[in-house]
């Protein structure tokens, strides 16, 4: 009863909900990947659409590439050639088929090797990994080097040759590697070769390490792109130099590592200096180095006679520095009589000085200059005050000269309008107007009954 009550209570899909249901968690879960296979049971319809299978030893998947896609392919695809396709997991709902739903395809084997080199190289770059001040600097003159390579291979003995004749002093340590594949621990190459680099900065023997191998296919050098071995070389702290294949080969160790030769045997000729250069540097540096040596001794040996040819008795020595104390004495007892009289004299003077800025004879000198200032300023007063008299005299008799009342006394009149203004004319006056004469001991007011024109014009 409780397992029929639990089944009830599962959620129930319908067939077309159940496989888009499906559907959505797989591309959901999948993104954009990449698939290789082999194609079979290829089918291309009238529609443009392109319907294979996909397959390997072991299983196979349906796939679907739409006209959309497929026409901008390069590669026509056949039966039976392996691919590399690009693609999305998806079900087609109608059927419930399991399919891949293709965006790109491309031939399998070289082509996606090359992909992922340009790929991987690219992506280093941005990250700077190639960059010029990563670089370290080789040796002159290693004392050990490294050694990274097989150690059956052609190349160990090509860089040893060139070694042992170009610079026999060295000491050369092979740190053994597999360079393709993988070894029977199942550690690819590109493991292996990124282990030797890390074993020889632990070790800490070797000025510099060389990474080599001789040529081969894309293939053949493929655990010299790899990723793993590229951030290995860009970490170490010895410089290494990667020696890959022949001239034309280019590999991501070449671009990541500090120097890049074109053969094993040139990356031997750029590590170690050249023997038989360094014996005639050493000879001929070896003659300058005494040429050096003789001159400086015979300067010295004609230094050391020109001195012994200097050297006095001590006894005349010590009467020329008694004689030279005595003089010294002498001038110095002058010296100081003289700055003494001179001291005397500037302090005499500076006495006197100070006498003649005494504050007592400047107020004597002071009250002199005030006394005599305040005599000028009372007779300059005095003499202001009669000048304003004099003048204010004449003012007032001129005044009293022009003075109206002063032509009254002499028995004029003035008569005035009702706007108090003087007549002078009798055009300025009519009949019946009223007038006001000013005398010299008041005003008499009066009305105009007739007015009388002077007979002589003219005048």
Known sequence: MENKVMERSLTTYTVSQLNKRARQLLEAQFPLIWVEGEISNLSKPGSGHWYFTLKDEVAQISCAMFRSQNSKSRFMPDNGAKILARCRVSIYEGRGD?????????????????????????????????????????????????????????????????????YPATRVTIYPSIVQGSNSQGNSAAYELANRITCANTDKTCDVLILSR???????????????????????????????????????????????????????????????????????????????????????????????????????????????????????????????????????????????SHP?????????????????????????????????????????????????????AIVLNKQEKVLQHIANIGIGDQVSTRLIDGMLLSTIDEIIPEKNNDA
Request: net charge positive; with cysteine; hydrophobic share 40%.
């Open 98 to 166: 399991f399919q891949l739903i293709i965006e790109h395809i491309e031939k399998a084997g070289f082509g996606a090797l090359q992909r992922q080199f340009d790929e991987l190289k690219e992506r280093l770059l941005q990250q700077g990994m190639f960059d010029a001040k990563h670089k370290l600097a080789l040796p002159a003159y290693p004392k050990r080097i490294g050694l990274i390579t097989s150690p059956t291979g052609a190349a160990v003995q090509d860089i040893l040759s060139v070694l042992k004749r170009r």
């Open 360 to 412: 007592s004879n400047q107020l004597f000198s002071l009250w002199g200059k005030t006394e005599l200032l305040e005599q000028q300023l009372k007779k300059g007063i005095l003499t202001l005050l009669a000048q304003k008299q004099q003048e204010w005299g004449n003012t007032a008799r001129l005044l009293h000269t022009i003075s109206p009342l002063n032509t009254l006394q002499r028995g004029y």
């Open 214 to 356: 001789g040529g081969g296919s894309l293939e053949d050098l493929w655990a010299f792109n790899e990723e793993k071995l590229a951030q290995t070389i860009y970490d170490s702290s010895i410089p290494i130099i990667s020696a890959v294949g022949h001239e034309t080969d280019s590999t991501i160790a070449d671009f990541v590592a500090d120097c890049r030769a074109e053969t094993p045997s040139a990356a031997a000729v750029i590590v170690s200096p050249d023997a038989n250069a360094l014996i005639l540097d050493f000879e001929r540096k070896e003659e300058n180095l005494k040429e050096i040596i003789f001159r400086h001794l015979q300067a010295k040996g004609q230094r050391v006679d020109g001195l012994y040819r200097r050297i006095r008795n001590p006894v005349d020595f010590l009467l020329y520095v008694k004689s030279q104390l005595t003089n010294l004495k002498l001038r110095l007892q002058q010296s100081t009589a003289v700055k003494f009289r001179n001291y005397s004299i500037v302090l005499r003077n500076l006495d006197e000085k100070v006498t003649r």
